[in-house]
């Protein structure tokens, strides 16, 4: 059976996921961004993904485009139309669908809504655990 995001979100350390409001200033975001540690912010409106703030938003779209942090919102330069995979997406269909969209982090829903981020970075260290595991598992 093949590994899915549900698999990889399992293994994860955190369960949370850091959103912010569209309307949040970048200057806020990027507060959030450094305070948690992480590499982007899903953004949550009326009960839907929206999109997505990354830190790559931050250096081409705010910084690159000499735009003030402070006055500009999120729902200006975050990443917008961004896929979401449920959860019994196969890893290797998540893995296709970052590529495609040339993005490293994709949202994770399921019934209850918005249940975690899945990076290229997650699915490394997600193969590389079952890579390990299998090769414990021969010997």
């Keep these: 059976m093949p ?18 409001a569209p309307d949040a200033s970048v200057a806020e ?7 948690r540690r992480v590499g982007c912010l899903v953004v949550a409106g009326g009960g839907a993904v929206q999109g997505i703030f ?4 931050v250096a081409a779209r705010v910084v690159g485009a000499g735009l003030d942090p402070s ?5 200006e330069v ?6 979401v995979a449920p959860l019994d997406l196969s890893t290797e269909a998540i893995e ?11 949202p994770v829903v399921g019934q209850r809504g918005l249940l975690g981020v899945v990076s290229l970075g997650d699915l490394a260290r997600f193969y590389a655990l079952r890579d390990r595991e299998a090769a414990s598992a021969r010997q």
């Design 96 to 106: 296709a669908s970052l590529r495609r969209q040339r993005l490293r982090h994709i």
């Design 78 to 83: 975050m990443t917008r139309d961004v896929e």
């Design 29 to 35: 975001a990027c507060q959030v961004l450094r305070d």
């Design 3 to 20: 590994a899915t995001a549900r698999d990889v979100l399992a293994i994860k350390n955190s369960a949370v996921v850091y959103t912010c």
């Design 54 to 57: 990354t830190e790559r938003d």
């Design 71 to 75: 006055a500009t919102r999120v729902r």
